[in-house]
């Protein structure tokens, strides 16, 4: 089995649990992190960390250099009675600036942090819209007069904290425009003898780790959209340490290049390890239970 810390640091997205906090309300912290370019060959980080809480919804942006040296960020802090659209200017770096817009306003809000549909983000440099979050392009493209940019961003990583008292589950894409899928992560470690694991996609079992006292750190590889998916699991605080303040650990690593003809899931780990070679999108949850 592969190291699993180092396939947090591997993927080029900074992995860090205290930076974002855990909470024990629910889930209510997603971070998104963005590659965009900004021409001349420079591209820059952006983390979109979006949170909600009893005042309602917030969000924060970072944008990051090569070295995740943060380089300037912006807090829009939840909101319950005041607008919830807006701009704010941002100074990068030395005469370079960049410009935020966002609208909220009709945004249809689920359970997660994250709103489902009805709003944008836009994040503009040089008259180019260089990152666009969310389904309402033409209204951002309106607001904001901004060109379509030469390169698009690239969505790299999702970092989210989750809570519940055994299922565990969330939303995502695991490539860029890739279609959404539904994760349901079950794993009930307190009032069972014989502890399991069992991973969900869109309602259908992908995984299933059994005699999990044994097995509770691992990998495996699944298909997802006929593409390997390769899934990291550390429950080991669940089971030996105290489940009510820390946190297990889930990773969802895609690839950038693979090829979708040939028959991984005949392989052996050591023969698709050896030739997964690009890192693509990667979905890091942190469980608690509630």
């Known amino acids: 089995m592969r190291d699993f810390p180092s396939c947090f640091s591997e993927n080029g997205v900074q992995i860090s649990e205290t930076t974002h906090g855990s909470s024990r309300n629910g889930q209510n912290m997603s971070a998104c992190v963005y590659q965009i370019h900004m021409g001349r060959g420079e591209s820059r980080m952006i983390t ?4 909600k809480n009893m005042m309602g919804q ?38 370079t600036k960049v410009d935020i817009f966002w609208d909220l306003s ?21 008259m180019k819209m260089v990152l666009l979050v969310g389904d309402m392009r033409k209204e951002a493209y309106k607001k904001t007069g901004a060109r379509p940019p030469h390169s698009n961003a690239t969505y790299i990583g999702k970092r989210e904290h989750v809570s519940g008292k055994k299922v565990y589950s969330t939303r995502t894409q695991f490539c860029n425009n890739g279609r959404i899928h539904d994760i349901s992560i079950e794993c009930d470690t307190v009032r069972i003898k014989d502890p399991y694991l069992e ?15 044994w097995k ?7 298909l997802v959209d006929g593409f390997p998916l390769e899934v990291f699991w550390d429950v080991h ?15 969802f690593q895609s690839y950038a290049h693979v090829d979708k003809s040939f028959p991984w899931s005949s392989c ?8 997964l070679q690009a890192l693509g999108f990667s979905l890091v949850l942190y469980a608690c239970k509630e």
């Open 48 to 51: 979109i960390t979006w949170s």
């Open 58 to 95: 917030g969000f924060m942006i970072e944008i990051e250099d090569g070295t995740k040296h943060c380089l300037s960020k912006v807090e829009i802090k939840p909101w319950l009675f005041s607008k919830r659209k807006g701009s704010k200017n941002l100074d990068v770096e030395e005469a």
């Open 106 to 126: 009709t945004a249809k809000i689920g359970p997660g942090p994250e709103p489902l549909k009805s709003y944008y983000v836009a994040v503009v440099f040089d």
């Open 199 to 213: 991973i969900c996609i869109d309602k259908k079992r992908v995984m299933l780790v059994k005699s999990l006292a």
């Open 216 to 222: 509770f750190r691992g990998n495996q590889t699944i």
């Open 237 to 251: 605080s669940w089971l030996f340490g105290s489940p009510i303040t820390t946190n297990a650990v889930f990773m």
């Open 268 to 275: 052996s780990s050591s023969f698709r390890e050896s030739q």
